[in-house]
């Protein structure tokens, strides 16, 4: 495979140390027949932006064929409107012929962390990612990994600065609702490095386009999960838990805790839901430091797998059983263990919606 090429073609230039990441990652890339862009499952703006534009990058510089991949469905609303407006082209990975002369790039995500399913043989040139996950590195010869940025987009708009890459208006337009969505929800994780990638598409993106996937339109599950979530919210203290089962759409459960992490008596949100053979968790803070994704990578343990950001955090269990008596139990187990991770003594906790109010509102 490429790898091992690309790695000593990266790491023998003379000077290595002294080039810009951005010349490296593309030295690395020359011995290379085809790049091949991958990212973690259900890829979010950021994961799709960083890819668009890195082979755009790869395109102007290298004259190379590029592959952009999708692992797993692209869920929610807002992203499959990206994905549809801006025509990105992505290969499901499953479906890739891979080649002994792939170059296989990482972004915004990295090796093993449970959240791919990229095949393990497949070896992999690049990383290049913001998230605190450690991945396994070990064997990849171009690894970039900067968590003080806000976005992987800021990163690689980073990349196409240094290398002077003209910014076509889709190129400027996906990076920027790829730093947006990472940077100016709140809570805020971003900085300078990402208020400066933002000033630098802002004037080049098309705002009609970025305003049409603000505005995506909401599938009819939505609106039955938001009231199922409400229904079945309890507050415990300072965090507000929510679970929706069956849980139509993964991206759902993302959607209550964006919704809930608003409410201003708690500082932590979570919600869950049984899809398909798997519950899925999503975790927000309004806390500063809050270490969400190792919070929930502790309370999910062995349970199956979680990472993410410091205010914002994801998991996935795989389910032996989906009986509700073994579903309930798990639920039960990870209430235990957020409140525990939490310090959080309120065991009983009180419902968000009170059951008299919910029984009055079917009645009138
Ligand atoms: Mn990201």
Redesign the pocket.
């Known amino acids: 495979m490429a790898r091992r090429s690309a790695e000593s073609l990266a790491k023998g230039t003379i000077g290595y140390a002294r080039l810009r990441p951005s010349d490296r990652f593309l030295g690395g890339l020359r011995a290379a027949d085809r790049v091949v862009f991958v990212s973690h499952v259900h890829p979010?703006p950021?994961?799709l932006g960083?890819m668009f534009a890195l082979a755009h990058l790869v395109e102007s510089k290298l004259d190379k064929p590029t592959l952009m991949t999708r692992d797993g469905p692209i869920s929610r609303a807002e992203n499959r409107a990206m994905v549809d407006i801006l025509h990105l082209d992505l290969c499901p990975i499953e479906a890739v012929e891979w080649a002994a002369g792939d170059a296989v790039v990482m972004v915004?995500s990295q090796p093993r962390t449970g959240r791919h399913t990229l095949p393990e043989t497949v070896p992999i040139y690049a990383v290049i990612?913001?998230?605190d996950t450690p991945g396994h590195l070990g064997r990849v010869a171009f690894v970039d990994v900067r968590p003080e940025f806000g976005?992987?987009?800021t990163m690689v708009t980073q990349y196409l600065t240094e290398q002077q890459v003209a910014f076509p208006d889709k190129v400027a337009t996906a990076l920027l609702y790829?730093i947006e969505t990472?940077v100016t929800g709140y809570p805020r994780e971003g900085g300078r490095q990402d208020d400066e990638a933002l000033i630098r598409v802002y004037p080049l993106a098309d705002k009609d386009t970025l305003a049409r996937i603000h505005n995506a339109r909401l599938p009819i599950s939505h609106f039955g999960c938001l009231l199922h979530a409400l229904q079945s919210s309890f507050i415990y203290d300072r965090l507000v838990m929510s679970w929706i089962n069956p849980l139509p759409r993964p991206e759902h459960v993302a959607e209550v805790v964006d919704l809930m992490i608003r409410f201003e008596e708690v500082e932590w949100a979570v919600c869950g839901g049984v899809h398909g053979d798997q519950l899925i968790l999503s975790l927000r803070s309004s806390k500063p430091n809050a270490k969400s994704g190792e919070i929930l990578r502790k309370v999910v343990g062995d349970l199956g797998k979680a990472g993410g950001?410091d205010r914002r955090a994801g998991g996935c269990i795989p389910l032996a059983s989906t009986a509700p008596a073994a579903i309930e139990d798990l639920q039960r187990e990870l209430r235990r263990r957020f409140l525990k991770v939490l310090k959080i003594d309120d065991a009983r906790g009180r419902r968000l919606v009170a059951l008299k109010d919910m029984l009055q509102n079917l009645q009138s």
Do not use: I, Q, V, Y
Request: charged fraction near 35%; include cysteine; glycine fraction near 8%.
């Open positions: 979010d950021d994961s960083s915004d990612d913001h998230h976005a992987t987009c790829g990472e950001h």
